[in-house]
């Protein structure tokens, strides 16, 4: 099954389901840390707008991100004018028409943010993302990441354990490339910014079908 398919038979409050409470936490902390006024943020593989439109009802404007043109019409439809979305695929050959994207924007974001996507991307790819994220990341903005961790138990192993549980794995995981650890990510991301969050959860999925995953979370703050 592709996002697209996903997106398109999504109920109108969207594919996933309600942001996950350790966003909720990062989010506070970002927004306390801004000066009061106009917020943007930049989403990096924003699917169908669940964070978009999480920010926009905090009176966020968000530029999204994504491969997936009836992901970015479902966050239009869910988010309104607060959000500008782009069609992006992420890859080794493409680089520079997602830099031309952030060039483009008005007004830099202040708070960057990639909520499970770089983890259904290739080798090659990811590193390409890598690379964008760390080149539209503003030196005075926040960076928001979460991933699928190792302490996911990927798509076998899932399987069995749904059938104990009586659960349906999720039609999506065939789609994760990668599995992270925090040590990783932090390499990738951490070596000049400060590290406000870290955080590795393995919980029930609240979006259906039920299943269990692994996510890590990430936030790092301003470079110093």
């Given amino acids: 099954m592709s996002f697209d398919d996903v997106y398109a038979s999504a109920p109108p409050e969207g594919a996933f389901g309600p942001v996950e409470a ?6 506070d902390y970002v927004e306390d840390g801004l000066p009061a ?12 707008g669940r964070h978009a439109s999480f920010l926009a009802d905090r009176g966020w404007t968000i530029v999204g991100l994504d491969a997936s043109a009836t992901g970015l019409v479902r966050a239009s439809e869910r988010v309104g004018p607060r959000f500008h979305g782009h ?3 992420f890859s080794a050959t493409n680089v520079r ?25 290739a080798e ?7 690379d964008f994220i760390r080149y539209a990341t503003p030196d005075d903005a926040y960076l928001l990441l979460s991933v699928f961790s190792e302490a996911d138990p990927g798509s ?10 009586r659960l349906e794995p999720s039609p999506t995981i065939p789609a994760v490339r990668h599995y992270f650890t925090m040590q990783e ?9 400060p590290t406000i969050y870290a955080a590795e959860t ?15 979370y990430l936030l790092l703050g301003p470079k110093s």
């Fill in 22 to 27: 350790p966003i909720h936490q990062c989010l």
């Fill in 37 to 48: 006024g106009h917020r943007t943020a930049l989403d990096i593989g924003c699917g169908d």
């Fill in 87 to 89: 069609v992006t695929e």
């Fill in 97 to 121: 028409d997602s830099q031309h994207v952030v060039d483009s924007l008005e007004e830099p974001p202040d708070l960057v943010l990639s909520i499970t996507y770089l983890d259904h991307l």
């Fill in 124 to 130: 090659a790819d990811r590193s390409s993302a890598f």
């Fill in 156 to 165: 076998s192993n899932e399987t069995i354990f749904a059938r104990r549980q």
């Fill in 185 to 193: 990510l932090l390499g990738e991301f951490a070596t000049s910014r």
């Fill in 202 to 216: 393995y919980e029930l999925a609240l979006h259906p079908p039920r299943h269990f995953h692994g996510l890590l």
